[in-house]
């Protein structure tokens, strides 16, 4: 009885000890330069606009991604966010096939909605729907002192 005790309580502590941090987003990586998040899957895609907090990070496109006819997604950076992509995104040649993205009530319209000293990369953005939207461009809205190379 003793050893179903210990080996109980020992169980708690180790899963006492896997926190949010060990939380897994996107398809992999950790954010950074050296281990940008993977993105793989329209969710992942989808998550980045909803993770404020992520927008400063490095990401990578793993594969080309569709978008069905019927779903809209929201913009990243849009103005309900009240921040900027300031983050490094690396489509590594690969394309995001047919978005449309709902930029609807917003002053910039665009997969990005507001760029500022972010770079996007190597990016392919294929028969893209922007609705809407002051000032629109099918890839950022408004850009401030960040780059767009080889899109």
Known sequence: ???????????CV???????????????GAGTL???????????WIAIAGN????????????????P?????????GEGTGAVFQGVLDGRGFALYCPTV????????????RVDGGTIKNLTLW??????GECSGSLVGQLKGGLISKC
């Open 69 to 77: 006819d019927g779903l809209t997604i929201e913009p990243i950076a």
């Open 102 to 113: 709902d930029c609807r009530g917003e002053e910039f319209g665009g997969l990005f909605a």
């Open 34 to 44: 050296q281990s940008p998040y993977l993105i793989s899957t329209r969710d992942d």
């Open 14 to 28: 180790v899963l006492s000890g896997i926190s949010a941090d060990a939380e897994v987003r996107y398809s992999g």
């Open 52 to 67: 404020i907090e992520d927008y400063s990070s490095y990401f990578e496109l793993t594969k080309n991604i569709e978008f």
């Open 127 to 132: 028969d893209a729907n922007i609705l809407n």
């Open 1 to 11: 009885m003793k050893h179903h005790l210990s080996f109980a309580l020992l169980f």
